[in-house]
């Protein structure tokens, strides 16, 4: 064999050899149905991500956190479309890689990724909003860390609740549902509330964001009217003993709710109430 067939040999031994790196090396492109960590990957639809967005009314100044991104279509829409910051968590390392090539394919690098890791072992509380399509057993399995989170965080789910946890809102989109929750600040218990002068006992039961109620005039014991909590943001209302009805709205911060109130003839004032 001459130099130049040695060399013609040599070169291709080479290049057979390198064939099947160079096919590992091709983008990973997952298949709808693949198994996961704990799901099979089904993406959530476009217009569902939208809704989803829309009904947890995403902005610039919100930081989107998915739980199982996938592909990382929902930080994507939510950075590109909504201007807001957003994060990714995905279990599949190759699903990481492919996300956040999608991520670079949109021009949103620099408000998206998606990261590697355990949705049951990363923090999220810094997330304003949390979205993710999961099965109900792990939505059930997260909700202790969810209800954990700083009132006010809007979560979103495609297609399963929370259980008891009560959606606040409902939406569907071609027979695709979504459901939305606002965390509630914990409120439930015995408050002295001081108002006008007065020093009254709140006594509040709660179940997630439905609260129920009751304030100590004297000997008598009247109940609440149109409670309401929504995030931190508290109001109800009762008739006091010249049955005159006083309203009262107020934000709730750890063991202290402070806010305003106002009654039937129009006068106005502070109220502050302190947990027991």
Avoid: C
């Avoid at 390392?93 to 990261?115: C, L, S």
């Avoid at 399509?133 to 965080?153: D, F, V």
């Avoid at 009560?166 to 408050?191: H, I, L, Q």
């Amino acid at each position: 064999m001459t130099l130049t067939h040695r060399l013609l040999a040599a070169l291709a031994a080479t290049l057979i050899a390198a064939a099947p790196a160079a096919a590992q090396q091709k983008d990973y492109e997952p298949q709808v149905g693949q198994a996961g960590k704990d799901v099979i990957w089904v993406p959530t639809p476009d217009d569902v991500v939208e809704r989803m967005l829309r009904m947890a009314q995403v902005t610039a100044n919100d930081y989107v956190i998915d739980l199982g991104a996938g592909d990382g279509k929902i930080a994507i829409a939510a950075a590109k479309k909504f201007g807001a910051r957003a994060l990714g968590i995905e279990y599949n390392p190759d699903m990481v890689k492919h996300a956040n090539r999608n991520i670079e394919k949109a021009g949103v690098t620099g408000k998206a990724k998606v990261v590697h890791g355990d949705i049951f072992a990363s923090d999220f509380t810094q997330a304003t909003v949390i979205t993710m399509y999961l099965l109900p057993a792990l939505n059930l399995k997260l909700r202790p860390q969810i209800l954990a989170m700083r009132p006010g965080t809007r979560v979103v789910s495609h297609s399963f609740t929370m259980e008891e946890w009560e959606p606040d809102e409902t939406s569907a989109s071609d027979g695709r549902r979504a459901y939305f929750w606002v965390v509630p600040a914990n409120v439930g218990g015995t408050w002295t509330l001081e108002a006008a002068g007065e020093r009254l006992e709140l006594a509040l039961e709660q179940k997630f964001q439905r609260i129920e109620g009751s304030v100590i005039l004297g000997q008598l014991q009247a109940g609440l009217r149109d409670v309401r909590l929504r995030g931190s943001h508290i109001s109800f209302a009762y008739v006091d003993n010249s049955s005159a009805r006083r309203d009262f709205t107020g934000r709730v911060a750890g063991t202290r709710i402070e806010g305003t109130f106002r009654t039937e003839s129009g006068a106005e004032g502070r109220w502050v109430a302190t947990k027991r």
